[in-house]
């Protein structure tokens, strides 16, 4: 095995260690945290670095274009469907009242909301 392999294969597994332990750290701030919209920041962003890092670490250890091929297409399509699933969450927690809107400064949906339910539009 070449050098620049065992190169290759030590990154590989320090980027699936730091991959699972940033999915580690955001599963514990889903638990953790007390509402709806900061458990929804917990499951998207550290969830969506920590893939990457394990995929990454698998394209290292891998090697091979068809592996780093497939492995860029779920970059991608977690990319693409994650901020999309966490943005539905927490509009829908936010109509059901689950958000805990009390605590927000400024809260930028409530005057079209009110405007929607004025008019007898459906939301």
Request: hydrophobic share 45%.
């Amino acid at each position: 095995m070449s050098a620049w392999a065992q190169a290759a294969d030590l990154a590989g597994t320090v980027l699936l260690f730091l991959g699972c332990l940033q999915c580690l750290l955001g599963v514990i701030g889903m638990l953790r945290f007390p509402d709806v919209l900061s458990r929804s920041h917990a499951a998207t962003k550290p969830q969506t670095l920590g893939m990457l890092l394990v995929l990454a670490g698998v394209a290292l250890r891998l090697r091979h274009g068809t592996d780093v091929g497939t492995l860029a297409l779920i970059a991608f399509f977690q990319f693409l469907t994650s901020p999309v699933a966490s943005h539905l969450v927490a509009r829908s927690a936010y109509r059901t009242g689950q958000t805990g809107s009390r605590g927000l400064l400024r809260d930028d949906l409530d005057p079209q909301l009110s405007d929607a339910e004025d008019t007898g539009e459906q939301r």
